[in-house]
């Protein structure tokens, strides 16, 4: 029978998974540079989401990851359809704020949709794959499945972001661009790895060890937890 009730870890870890993914979206407005190569800010707080999903698959089972990732689409679209409410909305005269407002907020909707689409597959998939290995490994080799399932969930989340969000770039240029953010982001989760593993076997410790055997891994079963 399944265990459809959530601790207080499990809320408080979707909460976190929400907060990292409306933050990348507003540091995204920023892009640094290291050297030669420029990156957005989202990158230091994106790959975050990658790892509490990784929790979320490898402690809870794929089901439960799946309903999370729905909800964080579903507060991700409010607070961006919320925010382009607030760029229409005319300005009061005596404020002078409008333009930097507009600069972090107003969202192309060819940005919104390939932002919107590439979390809702890449996070999708690296359950997915993190799901499918732990059963074929038999919950073995958790920083394997771990890289591996994030490396994964990174490219196609790149692969769907990035033509759609900067159609017309040159090829090349945009191969660079989506070779550059998915190994800042993977080597990102390699050194954070060992944090991750110790998260990960004390919530094992004290909530679930999920198999997902006999599960159905339809992406829109959403309420099937």
């Not at 407002?101 to 979390?119: E, G, I, N």
Request: proline content about 4%; glycine content about 4%.
């Amino acid at each position: 029978m399944q265990n459809k009730s959530f601790s207080p870890a499990f809320l408080l870890m979707t909460v976190l998974f929400v907060v990292c993914l409306i933050t990348s979206n507003l540091f995204a407005a920023k892009v640094f540079s290291i050297g030669k190569i420029a990156l957005p800010c989202a990158v230091l707080i994106f790959p975050v989401s990658y790892i509490l999903n990784d929790c979320f698959t490898e402690v809870w089972g794929y089901r439960k990851a799946r309903l999370v990732i729905w909800i964080a689409f579903a507060m991700n679209l409010f607070v961006a359809l919320a925010a382009q409410l607030a760029v229409i909305l005319p300005a009061a005269s005596f404020w002078n704020g409008g333009e930097h407002f507009d600069f972090v907020f107003k969202m192309a909707p060819r940005v919104l949709l390939a932002s919107l689409l590439a979390f809702l597959a890449g996070s999708t998939f690296n359950s997915y794959v993190l799901s499918k290995m732990k059963v074929a490994q038999g919950g073995k080799g958790f920083s394997l499945r771990a890289i591996v399932s994030s490396l994964a969930g990174e490219c196609l989340d790149s692969l769907i972001f990035m033509p759609i969000a900067f159609w017309g770039t040159p090829l090349r240029n945009l191969a660079w661009m989506m070779l550059c953010q998915v190994t800042f982001k993977v080597i990102y989760e390699i050194v954070i790895l060992p944090v991750t593993s110790r998260v990960v076997t004390s919530l094992k410790a004290r909530e679930e060890d999920a198999y997902d055997t006999d599960i159905h891994y339809n992406p829109f079963k959403i309420f099937d937890f």
